[in-house]
Structure formats: structure tokens, C-alpha cells
């Protein structure tokens, strides 16, 4: 059974930083696409990085250089870096997984974390 729990979401300043981290039970990243994603409101989920399985890390275009995925093998968890947060970056953030191939439609994904909200202050 996949389970993913989420943590590290909070309130924090504009220009500040978060990690996330997203505690993986029953997958090994060497078969599974790990992913996260963000859920604002009024707004659609959307992707924001992922880590495939050949370990390759993607992050959507609009976030480079201030979002980064990376797992520890070891503990089997997945983090995101977020730096130079703005306000609109608030959202739920999800991490979510799905096997073999990367996707960056949501709905193809298979297991989800309970999401873990950030809220960024102007």
C-alpha cells in the first residue's frame, strides 16, 4: 500500500524560504514517478517538480531556479526547497506518485498525500 505524508508547510514572509517533505511508504523511486504538486484557490493543480524514475528532476518552466526536488533514498523521502517565495506561491501542496513513466498531468498520478498548506505574506 502507497502511503505519502506530507509536512513543512507553514506561514512564512515574502523572500523566505520553506523545504516540504513528503514521507513515501510502499514505492521505490527507481519504478515510481515522484511529483509535487500545488492547489491554490480558484486556481487549476498544477505541476510543480518531479523527480523521474532515472532520478532526472523537472521543474515547471515558471518556477525554475526558485523550486527544487531531490529525495533521500535512504529514508525514502521526497523534499522540496521552495526559495524566494511570493504570495503566489500560496497553495496546498501535494506530493503524488505514479509508476514508470513522468506525466505532468495530475490526473494520471495514483496515490496523494493530505497536502500541506503554505501561505506566503506580502
Known amino acids: 500500500e502507497v502511503q505519502l505524508v506530507e509536512s513543512g508547510g507553514g506561514l512564512v514572509q515574502a523572500g523566505g524560504s520553506l523545504r516540504l517533505s513528503c514521507a513515501a511508504s510502499g514505492v521505490t523511486f527507481d519504478d515510481y514517478v515522484i511529483a509535487w504538486f500545488r492547489h491554490a484557490p480558484g486556481k487549476e493543480r498544477e505541476g510543480v517538480s518531479c523527480r523521474t524514475t532515472s532520478g532526472l528532476t523537472l521543474n515547471y518552466a515558471a518556477l525554475k531556479g526558485r523550486f527544487a526536488i531531490s529525495t533521500d533514498d535512504a529514508t525514502n523521502t521526497v523534499y522540496l526547497q521552495m526559495n524566494s517565495l511570493k504570495p503566489e506561491d500560496t497553495a496546498v501542496y501535494y506530493c503524488?506518485?505514479?509508476?514508470?513513466?513522468?506525466?505532468?498531468?495530475?490526473?494520471?498520478?495514483?496515490?496523494w498525500g493530505q497536502g500541506t498548506q503554505v501561505t506566503v505574506s506580502s
Open positions: 503524488a506518485t505514479k509508476r514508470y513513466s513522468y506525466t505532468g498531468n495530475g490526473r494520471l498520478y495514483t496515490d
